[in-house]
């Protein structure tokens, strides 16, 4: 039975605690944050806001998708086009939390006077390691909006380059099955014709050529 959202974000705090040989109550004071969320969350209670995964993941100094993803050890034969639709999928479910989060907060931050925007500017700006260049961007209250937004875009870009990259990879495939055909096997070509769309066809058949063309300038 696969393992639940809850359960992964658990399991991937203990990790990345234990590598680190700190404990939940350490976090949640280095954190500022309550230690029953914490543990909660430790526990596979309750599931972190998507700021919370960015600053825990700042924390800890690795990618937000070390922390919401199954961990599993390095494996080279694993299928590379598979891991990559994985990650996708990961990225873009977070991306569109991403994209509520942003509004809600920008919504909630110009609701608050200047002293509690000052107040949870320090605190934001506390919860950064004190080698992140970011900090150095942070001068003012009103740059932790700019900062979510600015990663908000990057998070579309990168988004959209892995789905560039899947749709590569997946005609490459089917480009390479083509190739793999003897001339003299009429049956295969026209089977290989039905099996895919008129489109992705297509789409590898210029993909072949491209390469053709490489070898021709090489």
């Known amino acids: 039975m696969p393992l639940g959202n809850k359960e992964i974000m658990a399991n991937n705090i203990r990790?990345?605690?234990e590598q680190r040989g700190l404990n939940p109550r350490q976090m949640a004071l280095e954190l500022d944050l309550k230690y029953t969320t914490v543990n909660d969350w430790v526990n596979a209670k309750t599931y972190p806001r998507i700021d919370?995964?960015?600053?825990?993941?700042?924390?800890f100094g690795v990618q937000k998708?070390?922390?919401v993803e199954n961990?599993?050890?390095?494996?080279?034969t694993k299928d590379s086009h598979n891991v990559k639709a994985h990650?996708?999928?990961e990225y873009e479910l977070i991306a569109k939390n991403y994209d509520a989060f942003v509004e809600e907060f920008s919504n909630m931050f110009s609701t608050l006077t200047k002293k509690q925007q000052t107040k949870l500017y320090k605190a934001f700006k506390k919860s950064l390691k004190h080698?992140?260049?970011?900090?150095?961007?942070?001068?003012?209250?009103s740059d932790i909006v700019a900062k979510l937004n600015?990663?908000?875009?990057?998070?579309?870009?990168l988004t959209a380059k892995i789905k560039t990259q899947e749709e590569e990879i997946r005609i490459g495939q089917i480009a390479f099955e083509i190739l793999s055909i003897d001339d003299d096997d009429i049956e295969a070509q026209e089977?290989?014709?039905t099996k895919y769309s008129e489109e992705d066809f297509n789409k590898a058949v210029d993909y072949i050529d491209n390469l053709e063309n490489q070898d021709d300038k090489e």
């Open 15 to 17: 990790r990345l605690l």
């Open 52 to 59: 919370k995964i960015e600053l825990m993941a700042n924390f």
């Open 65 to 67: 998708s070390d922390l």
């Open 71 to 76: 961990f599993e050890p390095s494996n080279p």
């Open 87 to 89: 990650s996708s999928n």
């Open 131 to 141: 080698n992140d260049p970011e900090r150095k961007t942070l001068k003012k209250p």
């Open 150 to 157: 600015n990663n908000q875009n990057e998070l579309k870009q």
């Open 191 to 193: 089977e290989i014709k």
